[in-house]
């Protein structure tokens, strides 16, 4: 054979990974190859492989004899939408994608250029885990991954679709990412399997039901996004990538944009009910704000008392957290704010300038939440709101009680801007629930005692349910017409956009975990 047929041999060779027939089962289960995926997430023609030639060393159970070109994984970099990715896509195809040394080593290396480069990596999970057959060697090539997910986090954005089996250990490099995506049906995770589950707890449990997409996205909040499959998984990550810089060191992505002179949404003037009972949808406020189809919605079935995503707001990128008064009448409560905390901190780390919309009652009361720790859990959102350097600006829709108020980015932990739809209602609780606690013994002894508190109750209304007192003292900027913020939100960003802001010098913080 002459050197190009040997060359040309062997890079067929490792096109094929496991063989054929193993790539029509991938295909029977409903699951793309590694080499396909690969197709639907970079520009054409723009995939650069690294390590295709790349075999394992194992020679323990007659391995030696079975080697495949590329060893489970392939690996190299390309371009999204024209900008620098580095990827690494598992071959179930050979020895279930199971990570070996050498697989281990190639996703390291890959890693490491992203980081020297700083561009995003994207890893597209497929894999029945540690390689069996290496034993601790494998173990070792975890860990080495593990490290530099946990070197490149804050530095590189990190991104994993899940499209197979991902268990035991090897959940933990997805983990440390900044976000999860994973395919109905085809992609679990799990620390260990049904089968262990059985034996150690006796609950039977289905892998779909214990760690499948739907459970990830709703119960654990483990995935952030769950696709129906996997093409529509893959896009879902393409744009995401959008909204976000390739380092920490650039700034959040503003595109060119053209105003075609109305600025103004006539419509929110009228959307947010004035009772402070009624619900209504905060995506349709956040719909009518930022630019037409933008709202690029993260977590989206986690948590959904509170809202979090990317948007774009006159052509600039900015992430969203918003209190959602259509779900538990938008309370803070464990799992909303470990959610709202983990997005400002990735906001904060990639330079995204954030927009707060805040209609909360407070935080949820009850055992279930105080020995959930919604203490330590609540501190995560105030900490991560103090913590973050990123333009802040802040709008109260309707409600802003109690502790909750100074929580959600109050102009006392660092937010630029403040600012009030005019029925906001700022104060330290509901006008019927203070009147109970301060007027307890006049209204107990009145002779209508309803009467004395339907007038207590509007007197204190009267006093403070409305943003003035807040405006007084300049914890509100600016009492805002609705129909105007969207206006008002591009100049304040614009206004922003070089800010700089140290926070002390320091280790690390210790945020209550
Ligand atoms: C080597 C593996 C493998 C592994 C699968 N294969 N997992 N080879 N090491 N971990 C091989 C199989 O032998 C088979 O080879 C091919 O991959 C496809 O596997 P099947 O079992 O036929 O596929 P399927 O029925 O779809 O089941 C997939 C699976 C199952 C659920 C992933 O293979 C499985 O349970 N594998 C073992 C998972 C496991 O226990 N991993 C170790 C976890 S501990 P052929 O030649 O037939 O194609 C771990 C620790 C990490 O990962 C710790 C990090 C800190």
Redesign the pocket.
């Known amino acids: 054979m002459n050197k190009l047929d040997l060359l040309h041999s062997k890079k067929d060779q490792a096109v094929l990974g496991?063989g054929a027939k193993?790539l029509a089962?991938q295909h029977a289960?409903g699951k793309l190859t590694a080499r396909e995926r690969l197709q639907i997430l970079l520009d054409e023609d723009s995939f650069e492989e690294i390590g295709m030639l790349v075999s394992h060393r194992c020679t323990d159970f007659g391995m030696e004899k079975?080697q495949y070109l590329g060893d489970g994984v392939v690996t190299g970099y390309g371009t999204i939408h024209g900008r620098l990715v580095y990827v690494f896509s598992q071959d179930?195809?050979?020895?279930?994608?199971?990570?070996?040394e050498t697989h281990a080593e190639k996703i390291c290396k890959i890693m490491d250029l992203a980081m020297e480069n700083g561009a995003p990596v994207i890893g597209l999970n497929d894999?029945?885990?540690?390689?069996?057959?290496?034993g601790v060697v494998?173990?070792g090539g975890?860990?080495d991954i593990?490290y530099r997910n946990t070197r490149a986090s804050g530095v590189i954005p990190q991104l994993s679709a899940i499209m197979?089996?991902c268990?035991?250990?090897?959940v933990?490099s997805p983990a440390i990412t900044d976000f999860i995506f994973m395919v109905e049906q085809t992609s679990y995770m799990f620390v260990t399997?049904p089968n262990v589950v059985k034996t150690v707890t006796h609950e039977e449990v289905s892998?779909e039901s214990l760690g499948g997409a739907h459970t990830h996205a709703t119960k654990s909040g483990v995935t952030h996004f769950a696709s129906a499959n996997e093409v529509e998984c893959i896009e879902s990550l393409k744009q995401l990538l959008t909204y976000i810089p390739q380092n920490c060191e650039e700034t959040a992505p503003v595109y060119p944009y053209t105003s075609n002179g109305n600025e103004l949404r006539m419509k929110l003037n009228t959307m947010i009910p004035e009772n402070a009972q009624i619900p209504y949808d905060m995506k349709e406020v956040i719909e009518e704000i930022v630019d037409e189809g933008s709202f690029f919605e993260v977590h989206k079935d986690y948590a959904e008392n509170i809202v979090v995503g990317f948007a774009f707001l006159g052509g600039r990128s900015i992430g969203i957290v918003a209190n959602q008064p259509a779900a538990l009448a938008g309370v803070l409560d464990n799992n909303s704010s470990k959610k709202g905390a983990r997005f400002v901190r990735f906001c904060d780390a990639f330079n995204v300038p954030l927009l707060v919309l805040v209609d909360v009652p407070g935080f949820l009361p009850g055992t279930d939440q105080e020995w959930n720790g919604i203490i330590s859990n609540g501190a995560k959102l105030l900490y991560a709101f103090s913590e973050a350097t990123v333009p802040k600006v802040t709008v109260i829709t309707r409600k802003a009680y109690g502790g909750a108020y100074d929580v959600m980015n109050s102009k006392h932990i660092g937010a630029d801007l403040n600012y009030a739809f005019p029925n906001a209602e700022i104060a330290v609780m509901g006008a019927k629930g203070a009147v109970e606690i301060i007027f307890k013994k006049e209204i107990e002894s009145a002779d209508n005692p309803q009467q004395k508190l339907d007038e207590k109750v509007s007197e204190y209304t009267e006093k403070f349910a409305n943003p003035y007192s807040a405006a007084a003292r300049g914890f509100i900027d600016e009492v805002v017409e609705p129909s105007l913020i969207r206006k008002k939100l591009q100049k304040g960003f614009k206004m922003l956009e070089n800010k700089v802001c140290a926070l002390p010098k320091k280790k690390h913080g210790n945020i209550p975990l």
């Open positions: 496991g193993r089962s289960k079975e179930f195809t050979v020895f279930g994608g199971s990570l070996s894999s029945g885990g540690a390689r069996i057959q290496e494998s173990l975890y860990a593990f197979g089996p268990a035991g250990g090897a933990y399997g892998s």
